[in-house]
């Protein structure tokens, strides 16, 4: 063979058509990732998170406009985003965005798609020098990804892009002219009316929650295994189902015991298995294989035995929507999710294992519940100013209003159980002359909170007969010149027993409480000497928390208990508490928000307030670890205690008053 042909055979061959080779495939046979130290390097794994496959083949799809993707943490949400866009450059370049919650967030996966860049072979030559690197794109030869944050209408708008990459979208902050940052990438790929993609990624927070919402608009996939005994398709759930055809199967079993009693999380992790929907026993050793074989079935189609879908599918796929769990990483352990499960529920972090581990949107249940029905339901034994036995400290809330300030004693024990002690209403006293005295309301709860010893009907776990209030939080929302000065007395006389306490309605999900100190009224500009440490309190996640608590089944830790006959001396107290919900409607842009709302503004909801600060100032002392709280509470070994009373701290350093037993 001549040179010529040889020359003319190569030139053929280059002007072949290439085979066409899908992102998940180029990612798994071409992609190395690093982490953020950069001394470990290791292959795009597709093994032990399968799911991936079909969320990175979407890109291929020319129908598919937007993809959401709801997901619990530590999933492979960073490793999906940066193998995005190391593989539009290998196999379709075009410009793109990748917009986080912030700066930062965004700054140091730009720095990790860098790093995985040159760790990868086929992606190495086209890395620039670290000192040619832009700090608001990427730069990947003739392959731009531009970097933008929210909250910053700048870098969010002016780039005409073909794929828009939106990670932790819950996270983002609104634009206060601009609306919903979420919104706004969306005009980027309109100069691509043909193949352009925007793909949403987000842990889930609560009802408000906008990859929730995006997921909802989609088709609404989820990934379904199949038994390795029976064949039956079906998603992982943790907990099994309580009714219908499937009841008693399809979750996480050993995690109570023959008796049905709830197992302490470590003996859940070792006895703990997966019971199929159809009974099916399936071991840890199993679950590797199990996991290996699924497959993402949106709304409305099914699998056959076989593994085809049948069925049409409830929306257009255009807008895909995939939900991912914990459970679906072939990594985690039946025994460690049974465990994570059991420690959320004793310290009532549910909301956060909704989130994190099986990515779902924390619900709280909508509607006031009815005060007669609840009273009634959760009423218990104890009389009205007792204490139960199994109680172990005492917190009190005040709501101070104008005119009148209400108060709430509660009764605290292992895993945030709670009881009603006592509560009440103290007015504005008048004078001789008939005017009413300044803060004579306020003066009154010294005796019926600070120096007011409660009895208990028995001696509880830790010997004492009768306890003192441990620690009690006044609202600073009205009259807060009159609450400073009062309670700066109260805490003159009897010490870190009183906390000022003020709502905060636009804390970030998670954030249960914060410390601040007020340097002066910013009504009248008076200083406080001194300054006010006020702490702000996130109410709607405690708000959330009381309401679950208020119709959660009866024998679980961390039930809410009234005394006996509330429903007859506490109508006013269990109508206020009852009296507000969370309402669906829409904010001064038009969006669609939900907030809680007084539902009889006749009625009010000052105990209701009371409660949730009860309920907050009870996580403070114990440091939100309710696991054993009683061991806080026992007497140091061998130690002469004092006649009256003893004080005790929690890991936090927060003391308990103790009044011992006799």
């Keep these: 063979m001549s040179g010529l042909s040889v020359i003319d055979r190569a030139q053929a061959r280059g002007f072949r058509p290439q085979p066409r080779v899908s992102t998940s495939a180029w990612c798994g ?29 979407c890109l291929d799809d020319p129908l598919v406009e937007t993809i959401a993707w709801v997901k619990a943490a530590q999933v492979g949400g960073t490793t999906t985003l940066i193998s995005i866009i190391l593989s539009r450059r290998a196999l379709d370049p075009a410009p793109m965005m990748f917009a986080g919650p912030d700066r930062e967030y965004v700054r140091e996966k730009s720095k990790l798609t860098y790093m995985c860049a040159e760790k990868s072979p086929a ?89 929730e919402h995006l997921y909802v608009e989609g088709d609404q996939r989820t990934w379904q295994l199949a038994c390795p005994h029976c064949g039956h398709w079906q998603a992982l759930r943790v907990v099994p189902h309580r009714e219908g055809k499937f009841a008693g199967g399809g979750g996480i079993g050993g995690m109570q015991n023959e008796l049905g009693e709830w197992r302490t999380p470590e003996e859940a992790r070792r006895h703990a298995f997966y019971v199929c929907e159809r009974g099916c026993t399936i071991t840890h050793g199993q679950k590797h294989d199990f996991c290996r074989r699924g497959l993402w079935v949106p ?23 995939f939900r991912s769990q914990s459970l679906d990483t072939a990594s985690i352990s039946w025994g460690w999710a049974a465990e994570e499960y059991l420690i959320a529920r004793k310290n009532s972090a549910l909301r956060e294992f909704w989130n994190n581990w099986l990515g779902r949107a924390w619900k709280s249940a909508r509607g006031a519940p009815k005060w007669k029905q609840v009273g009634t339901r959760l009423a218990q034994p104890h009389e009205r100013g007792l204490v139960p036995t199994a109680a172990l400290f005492l917190t009190a809330g005040l709501d101070v209003m104008p ?133 702000m309190i996130n109410v709607d996640t405690y708000k959330d928390d009381i309401h679950r608590r208020l119709t959660a089944p009866l024998g679980e830790q961390g039930n809410y208990f009234f005394c006996a006959d509330v429903c007859g001396c506490g109508e006013e107290y269990l109508r206020e508490l009852c009296n507000e919900a969370k309402i669906e409607t829409l904010d001064k842009k038009g969006r669609q928000v939900v907030e809680w709302r007084v539902v009889d503004k006749h009625t009010g909801n000052h105990y209701f307030d009371c409660e949730v600060y009860d309920r907050a100032i009870a996580d403070m002392i114990t440091g939100q670890d309710w696991g054993e709280v009683w061991r806080r509470c026992m007497p140091p070994a061998r130690q002469v205690a004092p006649p009256e009373e003893n004080r005790f701290t929690t890991p936090s350093g927060q003391p308990f008053l103790i009044t011992e037993r006799s």
Excluded at 40 to 55: H, K, T
Excluded at 300 to 321: A, E, N, W, Y
């Design 29 to 57: 046979r071409e992609l190395w990732l690093t982490d953020e130290s950069g001394g470990r390097r290791d292959r795009f794994n597709l093994v032990d998170r399968p799911y991936l496959v079909g969320i990175l083949d």
């Design 123 to 211: 992606l190495a030559d086209f890395v620039p020098p670290e000192n040619r690197r832009n700090s608001r794109l990427i730069h990947l030869g003739n392959c731009v990804c531009y970097l933008a944050w929210s909250g910053s209408t700048q870098s969010l708008s002016g780039r005409a892009c073909r794929l828009v990459l939106c990670s932790e979208v819950d996270r983002w902050r609104d634009s206060v002219k601009l609306g919903r940052s979420a919104e706004l990438v969306k005009e980027r790929v309109k100069s691509f009316p043909v193949n352009h993609k925007i793909f949403y990624e987000s842990t889930p927070s609560d009802e408000a929650s906008t990859i």
């Design 299 to 321: 709304a409305g189609q099914r699998l056959d035995k076989q593994g085809r879908l049948t069925g049409k599918p409830d929306r257009s796929c255009r807008h895909v929507s």
């Design 403 to 535: 005119d009148f300030s209400r108060w709430v004693v509660r009764a605290w024990g292992e895993g945030s159980t709670s009881w009603l002690v006592d509560w009440g209403t103290v007015k504005l006293r008048p004078n001789e002359a008939g005017d009413m005295i300044p803060n004579s309301d306020l003066a009154q709860l010294e005796d019926l909170l600070f120096t007011r010893n409660f009895k208990l009907v028995a001696p509880n776990r830790v010997g004492a007969e009768a306890l003192r209030v441990r620690m009690a939080g006044v609202d600073t929302g009205h009259r807060i010149w009159d609450v400073w000065q009062w309670g700066r007395a109260q805490i003159a006389k009897h010490g870190d027993r009183l906390r000022f306490v003020a709502g905060d309605t636009r804390a970030h999900v998670g954030q249960f409480f914060k410390l601040g100190v007020v340097e002066k009224s910013a009504r009248t500009g008076k200083v406080y000497e001194g300054g006010m440490r006020r702490w």
